[in-house]
């Protein structure tokens, strides 16, 4: 804000007048990487991060976050279509099970027209791995992929959905 205003400042001297005002920088820690895993046993990453997708209703990624409420956590669970990086399918719940990915997949299936040869790509939670997700896929004919147990880059775009997502209202400054 200051350099905007046309004061010159490094970061040591704008550290020590945050300091002196109480104020506390919401700027995220850096990120420890980690080896990512291995697939999954029965559900192949038939992505292979190839996100760049010719036509709509090809991909479907999917995944969960939690957001606060205001008085308790929420679970939002997403559908978002690889060719327009747009959600197609979503629900809320407060609790993360797999009614709540099931009731975002058919809000996907039916704002789609319920289309065909559709592959869905998820994490490896439980919530994606579980008997009635499984089943329900297997009754529209949609290809599961997974991605590697604890590897982020392998459904980057849903990370980056709920960045965006979560950083609408932009960085906030609060007293101490």
């Not at 058919?106 to 559709?118: C, F, I, L, N, S």
């Amino acid at each position: 804000m200051a350099t905007r205003r046309g004061y010159q400042m490094g970061r040591w001297l704008a550290g020590r007048l945050m300091k002196e005002l109480g104020l506390v920088s919401c700027q995220q820690p850096t990120h420890r990487y980690k080896r990512g895993g291995h697939e999954h046993v029965a559900i192949p990453n038939y992505l292979e991060r190839q996100f760049a997708v010719t036509e709509p209703n090809q991909v479907w990624c999917g995944d969960v976050t939690y957001i606060w409420t205001g008085k308790r956590w929420a679970y939002l669970a997403v559908v978002l279509d690889l060719f327009a990086r747009k959600p197609v399918g979503w629900a809320m719940s407060f609790s993360p099970d797999s009614r709540l990915t099931m009731k975002a997949r058919e809000m996907a299936w039916e704002t789609r027209g319920k289309p065909g040869g559709v592959m869905f790509h998820s994490d490896q939670g439980s919530h994606y791995t579980s008997r009635q997700f499984r089943q329900l896929l297997w009754r529209y004919q949609i290809r599961q992929s997974m991605s590697r147990r604890g590897n982020c880059w392998d459904n980057s775009p849903m990370e980056r959905f709920f960045r965006s997502l979560k950083r609408t209202n932009g960085c906030r400054w609060w007293v101490t």
